[in-house]
């Protein structure tokens, strides 16, 4: 069957989305386009934001009361699901002696030495409050160590929105088809260099006879849909990084302590020299973190020069949160997170029948593509159908599953998301992709 066949724009089944309406009139007067992220508008699937009262597992509950499996997860940052009650004794122990001190705790220490048990290079971490800050300063360690501007970055991949990193951007600029946002000084846009990712010839030419101070991947790039390197391409990029002596950044906001212990550098036996954490480093709280050797890590105040603070960096109660989510991620949970993803996303391929649709997946993580075979880069994600999949999504929430509203993001189901809620996804799935080919 052809996607032409797929009827856009209507729903075939409604839920009473009375209050979230009333709440998106009244926020779209004091937010900017009612939401405090733009993704979250849901304008890239048509329709408008669901107003979220509280989280259970693997649900969210709107506050008409609808009930939802939830496959955002706060971007990734549930990877336990919602209100996991280790996680919340914690956030609560930590809260009741005080929410921030603004001076170093015992916690920190603790976290910065559970991410160095699981992430070799991480043998130093400072904390920020996000991972925009941390790919910033990131960037900053590497220019400092260098002495060098440029960066190179890949065509798709997102690391926040700080002014140098956000040319060609996947998330929310790819969702919205803006691939150079207004407001970014021409000075800073010129130090980056954007090349196609899975493209070594590329690299090479943009790396040729330039100083470039880094060279910075999402190893398992998940902001384009989830994009994964071809066959050696990381270990061709780790070369041609040692070869141009730029520093090599993975950005593992996505990957980290998600597709394993060690993240994507341990799945793919790929090491970088500085790493970039997020999401899941914070417990589903705000916080994020630049990961690497002392050599590194130490051109940073108070030791180096180089400047970085937070006001909140390291907070009590999300170094808490995070430690108890650490916890929780054994061995077992891997294997358990990697199982049901594998189900999940065979589920999916299997209800769209003969629809062309592909689905990327690896544990923790899955794109459903509206096109035959997965894409391989930026160019290949904007090929496919992004009006069939936000009509599918639309259906899907009519029938009870939350997905990401954007064809260029990835599903994160978590540890909630049992053989019940998989079962239970897939079912609306297809109801969702027959609804469509109507
Ligand atoms: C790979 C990657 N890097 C950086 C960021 C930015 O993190 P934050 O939204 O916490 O600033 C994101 C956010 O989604 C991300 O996916």
Known sequence: MSVSNIVRGTVTATRNETRSAALFERARGVIPGGVNSPVRAMRAIGRDPLFIERGE???????????????????????????????????????AGGTSFGAPTPGEVALAEEVGRRMPVAQMLRMTSSGTEAAMTAIRIARAHTGRERIVKFAGAYHGHSDGLLAVAGSGLATAGIPASPGVPAAVAAETAVVAWNDPEALVEVTSGARVAAIIAEPLPANMGLVPAAEGFLEFVRARADECGAVLIFDEVISGFRVARGGASERTGVTPDLLVLGKIIGGGLPAAAVAGPPELLELLAPVGETYQAGTLSGNPLAVAAALA???????????????????????????AGELPVSVAWAPGLLTVFFSMRPPRDLLGAQRCDAAAYGAWCRELLARGVYPPPSQFEAWFPSLAHGPAEIERTVAAAADAFAAIRR
């Open 325 to 351: 989510t650490l916890e929780l991620l054994d061995d077992a949970a891997y294997a358990t997170l990697e199982q049901r993803t594998a189900a999940l996303a065979a589920g999916l391929r299997e209800a």
């Open 57 to 95: 597992g693997a649900e969210l509950i709107d506050v008409d009361g609808n009930r939802y499996l939830d496959y955002v997860c706060s971007w990734g940052a549930l990877v336990a699901g919602h209100a996991h009650p280790d996680v919340l004794a914690a956030i609560a122990r930590a809260a």
